[in-house]
């Protein structure tokens, strides 16, 4: 008997133990991560206006003639975003190793962020990248690593707002 006894306080020992391991190490685990996600579908919902709408790739274009032929090449893209709108002029930041490599042979086009992806568009490669923008370097800092480009576009995208009023000059 006294070995059954053992047995049974054994088992019970092991799971009163398991009990306590997951209320102590893991409920607290998951508790914390639904915390996190809930944060992050909130922050989601904020992001889905008008702060998406700034956020672009910016695509690098280089063609390159080998006899009498044209060769394109499409880079995967760089980010960047959208500060400033006016008289229908765009106006992005970006970094300014995105642009540095530019020549007269390569353009930059602007994907916005709402544009379907090329696994998502069905037709050729050059018509799925003439729907994009073309963008001119208005500025650059090698020193910062900063980059200014103006495009227009007929899709409406919007600046980031930055800032709820324009700060006062003293």
Not at 50 to 78: C, H, P, V, W, Y
């Amino acid at each position: 008997n006294s070995k059954l006894y053992l047995k049974i306080l054994l088992i019970f020992t092991l799971i009163v133990a398991a009990i306590i391991t997951s209320v102590l190490f893991i409920l607290p685990s998951m508790y914390e991560n639904e915390c996190k996600t809930r944060i992050n579908e909130e922050l989601e919902e904020k992001l889905k206006g008008d702060l998406l709408a700034s956020n672009i790739r910016i695509i690098q274009k280089k063609s390159k003639i080998i006899g009498d032929m044209e060769e394109l090449t499409f880079s995967a893209g760089a980010s960047g975003v959208i500060f400033e709108k006016n008289a229908g002029v765009y106006y992005a930041l970006t970094a300014y190793h995105v642009v540095s490599d530019g020549d007269e042979n390569t353009k930059f086009l602007i994907q916005p962020y709402t544009a379907p992806s090329f696994s998502e568009y069905t037709d050729t490669v050059l018509e799925y990248y003439k729907q994009f923008p073309a963008a001119k370097v208005e500025y650059y800092s090698e020193e910062y690593d900063l980059a200014v480009l103006s495009f227009r576009s007929a899709q409406k995208l919007g600046p980031v707002n930055i800032a709820e009023k324009t700060a006062e000059k003293n």
